[in-house]
């Protein structure tokens, strides 16, 4: 079912809109006016168009996110393979090539506590899909089996065996949803937050003590730390995707947030800085980082709620991108032309390495 309506997307913008591709050179520090890869997705088999998506264009062309709206069965569309992740001063993104490049601060060694240290070096291969934690990784390779790698404090980066059609991974634990629709995590489980519940998925968000998921249903299921409301999402509604926060800051709080089919945005979770305050509008994507968040609409254009304060996105040239990530005080996305960037204080990923990502 999960392959059928992936193949069933339609284009998520009107016939005829059209936008010219801004300068972003200011932001990314690449050069976003050249010219757009006609390419594929790397998160499918090669030669396939993104799902939702026309496969890049020339200048001038919109970038193309995928739409959120209900699939041909009614039911919710499951959401784009994630390219591109944030997290504690590194990023990683998918090539158009299917391989994976992370930059910024990769290694970490600590002679008095060996457990602590990690290596976020990449593994070696092709892949359908990335995510990224706070000092761990995780990667659905090309067939389908999971691979994590980073911190493995907890044994947070010892993926199971068996093939997987998404995968999280959060701050101190691991989630993905099996070929079968099942839901396993691993690592940490201190508040239940890996103890996944019986029933099929569609996606799966691995937080901080906390997880929440997508069924196939189109409603949303959390399980782990409830303390602060963050693992009771709203009852009502069908949803396309749902992010639980990770927030390894102190005082942070917990908030998760989900997308409806219509394009809407709802949060939950502890409302400080009006993190949980959505904003109005219709979105194709978007990310969270420890007190704020990000969404794209259909054309790309970023909008911004929460501690905004913490990042410097009023003095960014604007841009369009296809896929948005965001972690402590960086957001990293795909531009329309598909390179990579990354923008904010922590600035030790914020040069992507050159090349497509879509």
Known sequence: MIRRRLLSL??????????????CSAVFGVDFDAKARAGSDAGEAPGETPPGASGGGDEGSVPVVVAPGPGADGGPREPAPRRIGAGYRYACGLRADATIACWGALKFTSIPD???????T??????????????HACGV????????????????????????????????????????GTVTCWGRNASGE??????????????????????TNGSLRCWG??????????????????????????????????????????????????????????FADFALGPDYGVALDAAGNPTYWGNVSTLPVTDA???VYRQVAASGTTICAI?????????????????APDGSFW
């Open 225 to 282: 730390d409830d303390d602060e409301k963050q693992a009771t999402p709203p009852t009502q509604g069908l949803y396309a995707s749902v992010i639980a926060g990770q927030f390894p800051y102190e005082g942070t709080g917990a908030f998760a947030c989900a997308l409806g089919v219509t394009g809407s945005l709802v949060c939950w979770g502890k409302n400080v800085t009006n993190r949980t305050v959505a904003p109005a509008g219709t």
């Open 122 to 135: 990449p593994p070696a291969g092709t892949f359908r899909q990335i995510s990224t934690g706070y000092l």
């Open 194 to 215: 890996s103890t996944a519940p019986s029933g099929t998925f569609s996606s799966v968000s691995a937080g901080t003590r906390v997880s929440c998921g997508v069924r």
């Open 141 to 180: 390779r090309t067939d389908k089996t999971a691979v994590c790698w980073g911190s493995n404090l907890y044994g947070k980066h010892l993926a199971p065996v068996g093939n997987f059609l998404q995968i999280s991974a959060g701050q101190d634990h691991s989630c993905g949803v099996r070929e079968d």
């Open 10 to 23: 339609v284009p998520c913008l009107a016939a005829g809109l059209a936008l010219p591709l801004m300068a």
């Open 335 to 351: 531009a329309a032309n598909g390179t990579a960037g990354c923008w904010g204080y922590e600035n030790t990923n914020t040069k």
């Open 317 to 319: 040239v604007p841009g």
């Open 114 to 120: 060996p457990s602590s240290n990690y290596d976020l």
